[in-house]
């Protein structure tokens, strides 16, 4: 028996309203450039938009002009989507509150999750939409997983009860340590003062 090996996030596919609602909301809120239109192939009565996350993948929206905007949240019974995160910018992550004040969306405020920041508001269907901003840049070879995995470890070895930065930045060490050479024989800290 052998796995089918993922490498990532092909694309994410939502139930939306109209479709000018769902333009409006992922390309004139969230920023996602309308890339692609087509019928949706299975259902004749429905759309199917594609938008551009920012990473060159796609999250897809299938849309009829019979539904409209609902607000209430939706599902979060087991099997269900929780929420979708999407990565920004610290510069962008600093404005989150005030542009979203500025649509009257409401939003949970700045969350501190320790290796990152987050805000969450719905999307016009009522799904959990959350903005996350990393609290660092993995380095240059490695990714923010890599970081993370790190940081796990050296969490859960010094019994800590969640990521904080502390533990990012000597993952980052370890991980610079390993990936790149020197010439010094000693690489240990040192106070040259």
């Known amino acids: 028996m052998r796995k089918l090996q993922t490498q990532g996030v092909h ?6 309203a109209d479709r000018q609602t769902s ?9 996602m450039p309308f890339i692609f239109d087509q019928p949706n192939l299975d259902n004749p009565d ?51 509150v005030e542009r979203l004040d500025e649509r009257g969306i409401t939003h949970s405020g700045v969350k501190d999750r320790g290796f990152m920041d987050s805000i969450y508001f719905k999307d016009p269907m009522g799904l ?12 240059v070879g490695s990714t923010h997983a890599e970081v993370m995995i790190e940081a796990h470890r050296i969490r859960v070895d010094r019994g ?5 930065e502390v533990h990012l930045a000597d993952a980052i060490e370890l991980i610079v340590e390993r990936r790149q050479q020197t010439l010094s024989a000693d690489r240990s800290p040192k106070n040259p003062y």
């Not at 796609?58 to 409209?68: A, D, G, H, P, Y």
């Open 46 to 96: 429905e759309g199917h938009l594609y938008f551009d996350p920012g990473d060159g993948r796609l999250i897809t929206i299938f849309t009829n002009e019979t539904r409209k905007p609902d607000p209430r949240r939706t599902p979060t019974d087991p099997g269900c989507v929780h929420h979708l995160a999407f990565n920004v910018s610290k510069a962008t992550f600093s404005q989150a």
């Open 128 to 139: 959990l939409i959350e903005l996350a901003s990393y609290r660092f840049e993995p380095p």
């Open 160 to 164: 800590d009860y969640n990521i904080a």
């Open 23 to 31: 333009i409006d909301f992922w390309e004139g809120v969230l920023g």
């Open 11 to 16: 694309h994410i596919t939502l139930t939306g």
